[in-house]
T-cell receptor, first 115, second 115 residues
Framework: AQSVTQLGSHVSVSEGALVLLRCNYS??????LFWYVQYPNQGLQLLLK??????LVKGINGFEAEFKKSETSFHLTKPSAHMSDAAEYFC?????????????FGTGTQLKVEL | DTAVSQTPKYLVTQMGNDKSIKCEQN?????MYWYKQDSKKFLKIMFS???????INETVPNRFSPKSPDKAHLNLHINSLELGDSAVYFC??????????????FGSGTRLTVV
């Protein structure tokens, strides 16, 4: 069964610093991987996704992630953090079940951005 | 115009009551989902429908009954509410049911509190 592990339930960075949120996956087939962001009291918004092709994926709000098969990782990065990036971030892997697909989410990483 | 809208946004009710949550999407998507987010922010799929057909039912108690009158609507009815049902329930939709369809569009959630 597919699963994801997010290292670090809380990450704190200074404004302008590099953001690195870690995600490792476990999958018996080539994975489809996703990063979502959740702002307080809101739904989840897709940041970026990897399906096939280029392993460096660019998303919204300046985020990007690199799929590394050898490390079974899909870490999320942003060169320079903004205060508005403070939110909960979820890594997810897609898998087939029954007649459809489902997302299996990691436990989330709360990003705090300090002045 | 909200892409995936859920009502109500907040729901406070007593144990033993029956309640419904409604979801509508105006994206023309074929597949809709219900996810549950618990108090630790862990997200887990409950159900998925494709063109009004139930395709995923993830070992959810049969007190939970989804209904899809058409492909734009997916409602969730919960009987005999229990304290453990307190959570945020998210509706989502996707263009199709394939693995790459994990780029869901989520609603803003319904926070259910059972007292």
């Amino acid at each position: 069964a597919q699963s994801v592990t997010q290292l670090g339930s809380h990450v704190s960075v200074s404004e302008g610093a590099l953001v690195l949120l870690r995600c490792n996956y476990s999958s018996s087939v080539p994975p489809y991987l996703f990063w979502y962001v959740q702002y307080p009291n809101q739904g989840l918004q897709l940041l970026l996704k990897y399906t096939t092709g280029a392993t460096l994926v660019k998303g919204i709000n300046g985020f990007e992630a690199e799929f590394k098969k050898s490390e079974t990782s899909f870490h999320l990065t942003k060169p320079s953090a903004h205060m508005s990036d403070a939110a909960e971030y979820f890594c997810a892997v897609s898998s087939s079940t029954g007649g459809g697909n489902k997302l299996t989410f990691g436990t989330g990483t709360q990003l705090k951005v300090e002045l | 115009d909200t892409a995936v809208s859920q009502t109500p946004k907040y729901l406070v009710t007593q144990m033993g009551n029956d309640k419904s949550i409604k979801c509508e999407q105006n994206l023309g998507h074929d597949t809709m989902y219900w996810y549950k987010q618990d108090s630790k922010k862990f997200l887990k799929i409950m159900f998925s429908y494709n063109n009004k057909e139930l395709i995923i039912n993830e070992t959810v108690p049969n007190r939970f009954s989804p209904k899809s009158p058409d492909k734009a609507h997916l409602n969730l009815h919960i009987n005999s509410l229990e304290l453990g049902d307190s959570a945020v329930y998210f509706c989502a939709s996707s263009q199709d049911r394939g693995l790459s369809a994990g780029g869901y569009t989520f609603g803003s959630g319904t926070r259910l509190t059972v007292v």
